[in-house]
């Protein structure tokens, strides 16, 4: 069975998504289609607005055949580590023949120039992009203008700068510098940019969609019919991620010390007194994300080193997380179709697939072997998921209760 693979969030799933599963398979001419999809956190560093199991039962019914979890460790990440995660993830699934992923660009061979171009000058742009950031120039803007006077060439600078054509370039970097034999494809954008409020007919963009919800008007006409009811049954029984509960929680864990914070990841070079001054009169998340912010940090970044505050991520699991990759994979929910690639493709595959929670430590011990050190990191990036599933069940105003480490109790999702 020849399969697709897409890297995702759905937070939530809408038409634009819809247009992408349904152009990658036919570009792929592909009969499967794999999405690997971020959990509870999400790569600019928020919560997503439903949980995953709720995001995947919608892309199961808009015809996704399988989904599995990006692990926190690579979900909210910057661009390069988010990219590279999920790549390795569907590598190591096995009998994903390639990765199609949307780009403002629409074409492969601009973007492949310029991945090449970053590769062949990383020196150089390393050097330059770390003089203009002391010089407090953001990331982006600084590689956008080194690249565009290395190369000469305009154009890239125009590929620099849009968020799908950055991702577009990490994935074909992370396709290279992990020996992937998933061929590339990309098709365009469709609609409204990634930031953009505005709606094009019935395609609203992820961001724009989440912003009508909170002003309370209706979005089921950018969402595929079949996904309407299951988002709108969440949105009636309140189990929508709440930004007062996130900065609740977030004033609990900074007020436990500058100590503890001081272990969390990328709480370095005196961000721990930032964080410590800012919560006593933060009014909110938004107000405290403010708060924290220079003009070294961008707002993503600072969101995202929050969410490791929330999930009390140690800076050393981090650093040998991204280092050697996934350890296991989460299988969230599956089609028919899904099933049957999964059972077809399992001599392929090079790293666990877990269905069933409850043996999930014997999985572990017995793949990675008893005492390794790859063990240790696998339960230790566990440990991590686990703990943000407890914790986003803590920002649901309608939790109902119930055990809060649902991994270990929701079953593997089916269409």
Not at 128 to 141: E, K, N, S
Not at 162 to 188: C, F, H, K, W
Not at 278 to 299: F, M, Y
Not at 395 to 404: H, I, Q, V, Y
Request: charged share 20%.
């Amino acid at each position: 069975m020849r399969a697709v693979g897409l890297i995702t969030e759905y937070n939530p799933f809408h038409n634009g998504h819809l247009h992408h599963l349904r152009e990658s398979l036919k570009q792929a001419d592909a009969e499967v289609s794999v999405a690997v999809m971020s959990g509870h956190f999400l790569q600019r560093g928020e919560p997503a607005l439903v949980d995953k199991w709720r995001r995947t039962e919608m892309a199961l019914r808009a015809g996704v055949d399988v989904v599995v979890e990006l692990p926190f460790a690579f979900a909210c990440q910057s661009a390069p580590y988010f990219a590279r995660g999920a790549v390795q993830c569907l590598n190591a699934l096995g009998g994903v023949k390639s990765l199609c992923f949307g780009s403002e660009a629409g074409e492969l061979k601009p973007l492949q120039r310029c991945a090449e171009l970053l590769q062949q000058r990383q020196g150089e742009l390393a050097i330059g992009i770390a003089a203009q950031l002391r010089q407090g120039v953001h990331y982006a803007d600084a590689r956008a203008a080194l690249v565009a006077k290395l190369s000469g060439d305009d154009q890239m600078t125009t590929l620099l700068q849009t968020p799908n054509n950055i991702l577009a370039l990490e994935y074909l970097q992370a396709l290279r510098d992990t020996g992937s034999a998933m061929q590339s494809l990309t098709i365009p954008r469709l609609g409204a940019g990634y930031h953009e409020f505005a709606a094009t007919g019935s395609i609203a963009s992820a961001t724009g969609i989440r912003q009508r919800l909170a002003e309370g008007q209706s979005v089921a006409e950018f969402l595929p019919a079949a996904c309407v009811d299951s988002l709108q049954q969440t949105l009636t029984n309140k189990l929508t991620a709440d930004a007062n509960s996130l900065h609740q929680l977030l004033l609990g864990q900074i007020f436990r010390g500058r100590d503890d914070l001081q272990k969390v990841y990328q709480v370095e070079d005196g961000l721990d007194r930032r964080l410590a001054d800012a919560a006593p009169e933060s009014n909110g998340w938004e107000d405290l994300v403010d708060r924290i912010k220079v003009r070294q940090l961008t707002r993503t970044r600072v969101q995202r080193i929050l969410c490791y505050v929330l999930n009390a991520v140690p800076s050393a699991v981090m650093a040998d997380a991204i280092e050697a990759g996934p350890l296991y994979l989460h299988l969230l929910g599956c089609s028919d179709r899904g099933r049957r690639f999964l059972s077809s493709s399992r001599k392929q595959r090079s790293l666990p697939l877990i269905a069933n929670f409850s043996r999930v430590y014997a999985t572990l011990k017995r793949f990675h072997g008893p005492e390794s050190g790859r063990l240790k990191l696998a339960l230790a990036m566990l440990e991590i998921d686990l703990r943000a599933t407890r914790n986003y069940t803590l920002l649901l105003p309608g939790w109902a209760g119930g055990n809060r480490n649902r991994d270990f109790f929701q079953e593997v999702l089916s269409d």
